[in-house]
């Protein structure tokens, strides 16, 4: 086993510098993973004579991503504009009360979307690209539920917005000519839900808006070049 570990080091050694890192048209197909939470905009409010802060209901959650991928302009060696159409999975874990026991269980929030990027990509060297730019969503689906419950809440109709746009940045590296990987940093901008907070006595006690936030990882196989 200790002899084949210097030949499999020099076999992907060989691999990386064998990567074609130089911008080109093509199309692809990508899946991966991603791991996505709710970000509330004012999130502290007072109550009771108590400070809440509603950042702390919600935590990261595990999702998917499947799609396609197209790199429709090339500008020289180095630069290209990548696009593409993709099913992804979004939202966040949650505190939520159950309300037939009135106590608080862990709860989920899953968020279906068909997402578009538009992302200018940099090729720093042959392996190594940076890329970012913009990406709009439609919303599919909202559902929530509890933790080990089978039934599940619509929340689409409470959703402020069916088109979700944000930005996306994020490296990648050509693992081979046709196969990449990639990490991307997703940044919502559009208001998921608005919400107003009122204390005892009907004041407004602070207005909170529900955005994405999520970390994308995804590998992309190129079928036509």
Not at 13 to 33: E, P, S
Not at 56 to 64: I, K, L, S, T, Y
Not at 73 to 80: A, H, K, R, T
Not at 135 to 150: E, F, P
Request: glycine share 10%.
């Amino acid at each position: 086993m200790k002899n084949l570990t210097p030949l499999l080091l020099c076999f992907l050694l060989f691999n990386f510098m064998d990567a074609n890192g130089q911008a080109h048209k093509g199309i692809g197909i990508m899946a991966g993973a991603n791991i996505s939470r709710i970000q509330v905009a004012n999130a502290r409010i007072s109550t009771l004579g108590e400070t809440i802060g509603l950042n702390d209901d919600f935590d990261w959650q595990a999702g998917a991503q499947i799609g396609i991928t197209a790199t429709p302009l090339v500008f020289g060696e180095q630069f290209s504009l990548n696009t593409g159409l993709a099913y992804i999975q979004r939202g966040a874990s949650t505190q939520a009360l159950n309300p037939t026991t009135l106590e608080t269980q862990e709860g989920l929030i899953r968020l279906q979307y068909l997402s578009i990027p538009v992302l200018a990509r940099f090729y720093a060297t042959p392996m190594l690209f940076l890329e970012a730019g913009p990406q709009v969503a439609y919303l599919l689906d909202a559902r929530s539920k509890l933790k080990g419950g089978s039934e599940s809440f619509d929340l689409k109709r409470t959703a402020d917005n069916d088109l979700d746009l944000g930005l996306l940045a994020g490296l990648g590296v050509n693992i081979h000519e046709r196969l990449s990987l990639s990490l991307q940093y997703y940044h919502g901008l559009s208001k998921l839900a608005d919400f107003q907070f009122t204390d005892v006595n009907g004041e407004a006690a602070g207005n909170q808006s529900w955005r994405n936030r999520s970390l994308q990882l995804g590998l992309a196989v190129e079928v036509w070049q």
